[in-house]
Structures are given as C-alpha cells and as structure tokens.
C-alpha cells in the first residue's frame, strides 16, 4: 500500500504532501507553486530548534487551512472513484470527497506525531512540463536518511490557479493507489457501502 511506502520516508510526506501550496499573489506557475509551498510548510515544521522534536497535531489546524485553499479535493475525488463515480449521485460524492479528504489527514498527518526540527532534507527543483490545463512539476529531496527520493507533482489550472491534484513518490501514485483500492470494494459493493466504509474509518458513522 502506498501509506506503508510513504510512511517509511518520515518528513517527506510531510514536505511531499503538503508542501504544493503558495501565496494566492505573484504565482506566475505551476514551479512557482510548489517552491513557494515548500518553503511555507517548512516555516510551520522548523517552528522548534534543530534537533527537537515538533508534535505535528498541533499545527493540524494550520496544514488544513493550506491543504484546503490549494488541493482540488473534487478533481482527486472524481480521479479517484474512476469510472465508478457514474453510480455516485451529486449528494454521495459531496460526502465521498469530505471523507477522502478526512481520510488523507487520518492517514499522513494524524498518525505521524512528530518530526524533527532542523534536518539536512534539501528539496531540488528538477523541472516543470506545462501541457495546460495540466502540469507536472518533478522534485528530488534529498539528504534523507542519505538517499534521493524523488516527489512529482500532477497540477491542473483552474480559474483561481494551479491546483495539485496527485502527489507521486518514487513512483507510487497516491491518486492509483486509492483508486485500485476503491475499485476492489465497489465491483462487490455499492456506493453507499463504501461511503459507510469510509464514515466508519474516519470517526464519523
């Protein structure tokens, strides 16, 4: 599963997931955006001196508000469902998108309790491919654990801006991954069944 890969890398999820948002003025790109979030997150997880540790549930408020302004949570959700979104009404992927969007917190922010101030991550720019309404920005961290690892961002411009819509690490798509596993529960269930499925999983049924 993509949580246990991703899990393992620590602080690049972190950095990864949350670090494509920007300041709503002077973006001027897709590049633009991911730069200017990763400095932005990295300013709320180095709030504590090197070495110490920060207790991320405390800034969960925080990396929401940023989350929510710059993901497109519909376009992830709609990607997500595939072809299975025809047998969602309107209601049902409002809820399903509020529940995915839960579940990611759940899953890459809540159970991960801490990162440490002051590490060696180096985030390097390799480059952007603009193909509008689409983009794709690529990312290598490195200094982690002494290896590369490398991050691409899927964007789509919509008429407030770049939003991201996957984050891909080493290759593992968090979009496909969600999507085969959705798949395998609703060519046996139906929609309402997963939306149970996912009340259940993030505290809310």
């Known amino acids: 599963m993509l949580y246990n890969r991703i899990r393992t890398f620590g602080a690049l999820i972190l950095i990864g997931l949350f670090s494509a948002v920007s300041s709503v003025h002077g973006e001027t790109g897709?590049?633009?955006?991911?730069?200017?979030?990763?400095?932005?997150?990295?300013?709320?997880?180095?709030?504590?001196?090197p070495g110490e540790t920060l207790t991320v549930a405390e800034y969960r408020a925080e990396l929401e508000k940023?989350?929510?302004?710059?993901?497109?949570?519909?376009?992830?959700?709609?990607?997500?469902?595939?072809?299975?979104?025809?047998s969602f009404t309107p209601e049902q992927r409002s809820e399903f998108r509020d529940l995915f969007r839960e579940l990611l917190f759940e899953t890459y922010i809540d159970r991960y309790e801490?990162?440490?101030?002051?590490?060696?991550?180096?985030?390097?720019?390799?480059?952007e491919v603009i193909r509008e309404p689409y983009a794709?920005?690529?990312?290598?961290?490195r200094g982690y654990k002494d290896t590369d690892v490398v991050?691409?961002?899927?964007?789509?411009?919509?008429?407030?801006?770049?939003?991201?819509?996957?984050?891909?690490?080493?290759?593992v798509s968090l979009i496909q991954n969600y999507?085969?596993?959705?798949?395998?529960?609703?060519?046996?269930?139906?929609?309402?069944?997963?939306?149970?499925?996912?009340?259940?999983?993030?505290?809310?049924?």
């Open 114 to 127: 801490t990162y440490t101030c002051g590490g060696n991550e180096e985030v390097i720019y390799e480059g």
């Open 151 to 171: 991050v691409e961002y899927r964007l789509k411009k919509k008429p407030e801006g770049w939003k991201v819509y996957d984050v891909v690490v080493e290759g």
């Open 66 to 86: 940023i989350v929510d302004e710059y993901f497109d949570f519909d376009e992830m959700s709609i990607r997500v469902l595939g072809r299975h979104v025809r």
């Open 30 to 49: 897709p590049m633009d955006v991911i730069k200017s979030g990763t400095q932005r997150v990295l300013n709320i997880l180095n709030t504590c001196k």
């Open 179 to 205: 999507r085969s596993q959705f798949n395998d529960i609703l060519v046996r269930e139906s929609s309402e069944q997963l939306l149970q499925r996912l009340r259940q999983k993030v505290n809310k049924g």
């Open 136 to 141: 794709l920005v690529k990312t290598v961290v």
